[in-house]
């Protein structure tokens, strides 16, 4: 997945905060306990209990790891009751906002949302599960979130993208631009663009619209409340769906969706 440094650095910093309390713990027992942490013991007495715990890890560093595995398991379970949350409480911007370009039945009884962006190889791999998907669910309404966080070429597709939106033709577009096999370069947007039958004129001078950036800052500010720190990521319901998955994962999701409608 394209992934940005953010979701690696803050999966490190929560185990080097469970380890330096373990490690620390271990190495003087006082510096994290306190000596008065219990003030029923005297000073032998806390002496003897951190002597004793310092001993056990040291006799046991798997306890170590253990620790690190159940305070991830934690983290991760906080985390997703967190995304759970905020996937509920922003269900309309996920869903229904006037501004999105949407694929597939626009009054289908399921919505998929998917946030992606053109220079993503994993993004470019879902283009032909996508197109499955609408091919075979009529009934399957997709939201796209344009999600340009890759280089400036991103940027720059995404709002050529929007602006064929304005022209009735952001689906053509969209498939073009994601099987195009070179850069986004100015240029090859545009040729891309005419391939599709775009007025290139009108495209150029629509990207530049302030609307359209406006777009691309609420999907990423969207993005960061419910924690979207890569692409492709696809909603459904209340759940968050990370990377490029599998046509059956996909389908599954959508009929127990679906299921749960009914």
Known sequence: MAKNKMLKQNGFLRNAAALALVVGLAAAPQAVLGQDANPAFDARQNEAIEALVRQYLLDHPEVVVEALQLYEQRQQAAQAERQTAAIAELADQLNNEAQDPVIGNPAGDVTLVEFFDYRCPYCKQMTDTLEQLIDEDPNLRVVMKEFPILSKESVQAARAAM?????????????????????????????VADSVGLDTERLRSEMADPAIEGVLRNNHALAEKIGITGTPAFVIGDAMIPGAVSLDELRARIAAARAKAS
Request: glycine share 10%; hydrophobic share 45%.
């Open 163 to 191: 602006a064929a939106l304005r022209q009735d033709k952001y689906e053509a577009f969209h498939f073009a631009l994601m099987e195009n096999g070179g850069g986004f370069s100015d240029e090859e947007i545009l040729a």
